[in-house]
């Protein structure tokens, strides 16, 4: 790239990343990334809420208030999955409208 500070060239360790003219589709890899680590961490974590809800409920021994907390818990877990499938769905959405694959980006 020429500019005003001389030719700038990308770190030779980033070659295996990136070929001639894809200038900017590291972004899209880096967002890709990021949204499938989130998707990743956000399905443990629900797996884990599902299990401490269950074992709350279990423990509960017919509490009222024990047992309202323990499906508080597995509606919090649920809403977060929801969340996190409109995420993906929204993303999936706009790269269709956009023409750009957002999910799973490419460098040619």
Do not use: H
């Not at 269950?54 to 499906?71: H, L, P, R």
């Not at 597995?74 to 750009?100: K, Y």
């Amino acid at each position: 790239m020429a500019g005003i500070f001389g030719n700038i060239q990308a770190p030779t360790q980033l070659s295996k990343y990136t070929t001639a003219g894809t200038q900017g589709q590291g972004l899209f890899l880096f967002l890709s990334n990021v949204l499938k680590f989130a998707a990743v961490i956000a399905g443990i974590v629900m797996v884990v809420q599902f299990v401490l809800a269950g074992y709350m409920y279990i423990s509960a021994n017919g509490d009222v208030k024990k047992t309202e907390q323990a499906w508080t818990k597995i509606w919090q877990a649920i809403l977060g999955l929801v969340i996190i499938a409109s995420a993906f769905t929204i993303a999936a959405v706009v790269g269709r409208l956009t023409g750009l694959n957002i999910l799973n980006p490419t460098i040619n």
